[in-house]
């Protein structure tokens, strides 16, 4: 157990529609950051937040947005939903300097039907 | 830019095999940090090690081993006595300073692993 929630594990949802993924860190761990894992793409970076703040975005989408709360949880926000969306979502958190380790969550698995 | 080659992309060895996974890096930082990462079947990605750019050391861990090379700009990871539990996908990552603060990892696209009893 890396200490990194994520939550739902799974979701099912339909093209167009709107959801969100929660992402508690280990405690103590400042920067969050989200990858998507696809058949296509792999394990993508799409964007870091440090301490409430964006730090970096890599390959989001316009219609994927993220935000960082004061209790250091993190939400993704996946919007008009497509196909291609369905992928495995991680969350990894770290305490944020360079020579940390990202700890991953277990993921969760997007169907867009 | 930053990239991760992992050539090998399945590998099936029988148990108690020893096998060698290969990974292949370009950056341009001369301070960055390597990584592996095991996805079993149950999906969940587990950090096995980190090393930085200026210790070229070997390491042993038990069953796994690692052996980083500047020259060759690689970081390979050997198992001996391979086992059942060791099946599962292996990641190679980059972690280099985009910008003071940011460390996003670059993955390559993983090697499958199977063991066959």
């Known amino acids: 157990d890396s200490g990194v929630t994520q939550t739902p594990k799974h979701l099912i949802t339909a093209t167009g529609q709107r959801v969100t993924l929660r992402c508690s860190p280990r405690?103590?761990?400042?920067?969050v950051y989200w990858y998507q894992q696809s058949l296509d793409q792999g394990l993508q970076f799409l964007i870091q937040?440090?301490?409430?703040?964006?730090?970096a975005k890599g390959n989001i989408l316009e219609r994927f947005s993220a935000q960082q709360f004061p209790d250091l949880h993190s939400e993704l926000n996946l919007s008009s939903l497509e196909l291609g969306d369905s992928a495995l979502y991680f969350c990894a958190s770290s305490e944020g300097g360079i020579t940390d380790t990202q700890y991953f969550g277990p993921g969760t698995r997007l169907t867009v039907l | 830019a930053q990239k991760v080659t992992q050539a090998q992309t399945e590998i099936s060895v029988v148990e108690k095999e020893d096998v060698t996974l290969d990974c292949v890096y370009e950056?341009?930082?001369?301070?960055?940090?390597l990584f592996w990462y095991k996805q079993p079947p149950s999906g969940e990605l587990v950090f096995l090690i980190r090393r930085n750019s200026f210790d070229e050391q070997n390491e042993i861990s038990g069953r796994y081993s690692w052996n980083f090379q500047k020259s060759t700009s690689s970081f390979n990871f050997t198992i001996t006595a391979s086992q059942v539990v060791d099946s599962a996908v292996y990641f190679c990552?980059?972690?280099?300073?985009?910008?003071?603060?940011?460390?996003?990892?670059?993955f390559g696209k993983g090697t499958k692993l199977s063991v066959i009893p």
């Open positions: 950056t341009r930082d001369t301070t960055y940090y």
């Open positions: 405690s103590g761990d400042l920067s």
């Open positions: 990552a980059l972690s280099e300073a985009q910008r003071a603060g940011s460390y996003q990892l670059t």
């Open positions: 937040y440090y301490n409430g703040e964006e730090r």
